[in-house]
């Protein structure tokens, strides 16, 4: 029997539970899908959570719409404010929107061009800032200080990593209710950390084994686990524009620290191999972060030899012209 | 108050009832999913049922795995034959494959490798037949005749129609269960006719107008209901590979011309608009033939202007070269 009452900085399984509790009919429960030529490839049941089908096409709607949710509404009638590559940033977008609040947005000078577009279109105000996590956060810091305004961070607080690990929440939810059996191990990309310590939380008092999976040369989460304490890295070049922060959060640090099992490490041919053969046999489109955690499973060879494994796809915002370059690249 | 008990050659809504309670477990329930942007393209709410996701790739596993359900399992000691442009050939592989049958398939010659490969995947035996329907129904019976092998023919068979009913059905209940009121209308693709077929019995006793969409110069139904009998054509250059027969089947239009409010036909251009939208929006893959009915919808302008408008995307078996080529000229 596995307890289900621990908790790291007071944040357990309760809060993702409540977290799915208040997200029912704002988020979308997005669909638990098999793709039996993915489980050839894998040699494992593969339940794939396609967070791609999310509102703003990622999960980052769950954490945003659960912390915007959660301020007071005094709060929301100044400005919420963030910093991110894309995807948490039309979240944001969204979830002010959703709530009638202005959005102020930091983004990399090198964000991807639909992600732009994506919080332009969601009526958000964008200030771009340099190309790493650190320039656009100390550019969110300083319109905070200017505006009075709210900053709602992209991973490193406890709503957002409740809100995102309502994603894995449901994930066990299906793979239970359709097999009768828990999964054995869920893989989730990890960028600052806030889908994984979400899938953290949401598997205490199951025997599912949570593995975190980084683009090799942005692998922050893994260096850290190594070194026992947090290390900021400098991100490599990747194709998973969405998993290359310097580092990962303090609380998600220490949530993954108590619960991840094992870190793997993926390459871009890796990761263009997942994100065609997604969507030639599972006809899913995902961007390249969100094919990261497939990536990991189809090479295969997880602890243990776990029958049936979750795989967080935890994005679908790419670029057109990158999914045809990908496809002729890969050449399925 | 509408009847539910009305029929058409003694079929009605609860043979779809019926099939949907047998395939349950056998059969993916697809998703029903909605994507704000297509949404502001066709100024109404569509429901997009998914069933690109289905197992095989299309709807037609529902019809096969409900067809070779029903057979007497001493049927199913000879042959199981048919004879397929590409879908219906996979989900009868798929469906002998389940009942431990031997399978044998007419095809075109023409047919998207994809589709080949996938019917080869499933341990069935490929007879290659010209390039008409007409052509691989008589290259199919000639296999029943020296095998004495039973013909599970790919729409104009109640079995088949109800069985793909179920999708429509599935899509009626989502609707109803998300908003608490009915699909004012649905668009369904047609190439022989089953799904549509199907999506009028599922849409009996309820208030849901049923539309019919086939390629520019495949209008086969659109003829026929035109002429106020069943119309044969010569199917024109498409797409649509799916949606290419020389006519509807008998049953099938038996039941269109009771229940079909009307007819659209849509162009290359328009079906790789919507496709490629779906692709980038909704990050799905559909085939062509899948994207048809969304390229009605996109048009806009259905009779009543409808609020809430279900979408059958009914496969994803696409080429990945095509795939390319598509993105590339609709540089989206």
């Given at each position: 029997m596995i307890a289900t009452d621990e908790t790291v900085c007071d944040l357990g399984v309760a809060h993702v539970r409540a977290a799915a509790a208040r997200l029912r009919g704002e988020i979308v429960r997005t669909p638990t899908l098999r793709v039996p030529t993915l489980d050839a490839m894998a040699g494992c049941e593969l339940w794939l959570?396609?967070?791609?089908?999310?509102?703003?096409?990622?999960?980052k709607a769950r954490g945003a719409m659960h912390a915007v949710g959660r301020l007071d509404p005094a709060a929301r009638t100044r400005p919420i404010i963030t910093f991110s590559s894309g995807n948490h940033a039309q979240a944001v977008a969204f979830a002010a929107k959703r709530y009638g609040a202005r959005a102020i947005i930091a983004m990399p000078t090198d964000a991807p061009a639909v992600k732009v577009a994506g919080v332009r279109a969601l009526g958000a105000e964008i200030v771009f800032a340099g190309t790493t996590s650190s320039e656009r956060k100390a550019a969110a810091l300083e319109i905070a200080a200017s505006t009075g305004g709210v900053i709602v961070p992209p991973f490193d607080d406890p709503h957002i990593i409740a809100g995102a690990g309502t994603a894995t929440w449901e994930l066990l939810e299906d793979v239970v209710a359709n097999t009768g059996a828990p999964l054995d191990a869920v893989l989730i990309p990890v960028g600052g950390g806030g889908l994984l310590a979400g899938a953290c939380l949401a598997c205490i008092g199951t025997s599912t084994m949570v593995y975190s999976v980084e683009p090799i040369g942005c692998d922050a989460l893994a260096q850290s686990l190594e070194a026992g304490k947090r290390v900021d890295v400098e991100p490599g070049p990747s194709?998973?524009?969405?998993?290359?922060?310097v580092g990962v959060g303090e609380l998600n640090f220490a949530i993954a620290q108590r619960w991840v099992r094992g870190s793997y490490r993926v390459n871009d041919d890796e990761i263009t191999r997942a994100l065609v053969a997604l969507l030639v046999h599972g006809k899913l489109l995902v961007e390249p972060s969100g094919a990261a955690a497939l990536a990991a499973a189809l090479r295969g060879g997880l602890p243990g030899a776990p029958r049936r494994v979750g795989v967080l796809l935890s994005g679908g915002n790419v670029e057109p012209s990158l999914v045809t370059r990908l496809l002729q690249k890969a050449n399925p």
């Open positions: 959570k396609a967070e791609s089908l999310q509102l703003t096409g990622a999960f194709l998973a524009d969405g998993l290359r922060p």
